[in-house]
């Protein structure tokens, strides 16, 4: 039996951060995730959460702001979804990436895998000028 002391409202909670606010605390990351988690996104591996949080942080130094906002939770079993929208204000751009996070609870309760998923590229390069006009050509040649 899998102990799951992260509901819904709290994975809401956990990845909700608006504009202008701080993002969650070491000691946050270690009361929801294992020491051994293992983090998956489009960009990076990392294993142990002390790499975890150095990510987030790194992440946090990187954009003159950040926000996450979640639009929708749903948890089965030892399994958790989260669909969030996630913004970065980098040198006065701002660019906003949707996806979903895979989360796996370990028998303490602890999340042991976090992926995430989105779309890197587009959202990325799409505000850039010049480079944005080619990713929206890119993307027709492979969706028309």
């Known amino acids: 039996?899998?102990?799951?002391?992260?509901?819904?409202?709290?994975?809401?909670?956990?990845?909700?951060?608006?504009?202008?606010?701080?993002?969650?605390?070491?000691?946050?990351?270690?009361?929801?995730?294992?020491?051994?988690?293992h983090f998956i996104d489009p960009t990076q591996e990392k294993h142990g959460i002390d790499e975890y949080i150095v990510a987030q942080a790194n992440l946090m130094q990187r954009c003159d702001d950040v926000f996450l906002e979640t639009e929708a939770v749903a948890i089965s079993g030892d399994t958790a979804f989260v669909e969030w929208k996630l913004g970065l204000k980098i040198k006065g751009i701002e660019f906003i990436y949707p996806g979903a996070t895979r989360l796996l609870f370990g028998k303490d309760g602890k999340i042991v895998k976090h992926r995430d998923y989105f779309d890197f590229i587009g959202p990325t390069f799409e505000p850039v000028p010049v480079i944005g006009s080619f990713v929206r050509w890119l993307y027709k040649r492979f969706v028309a």
């Open 1 to 37: 039996m899998i102990n799951t002391p992260l509901d819904a409202e709290q994975l809401r909670q956990l990845f909700t951060k608006p504009y202008g606010q701080p993002g969650p605390t070491p000691e946050q990351w270690k009361k929801a995730y294992a020491d051994d988690v």
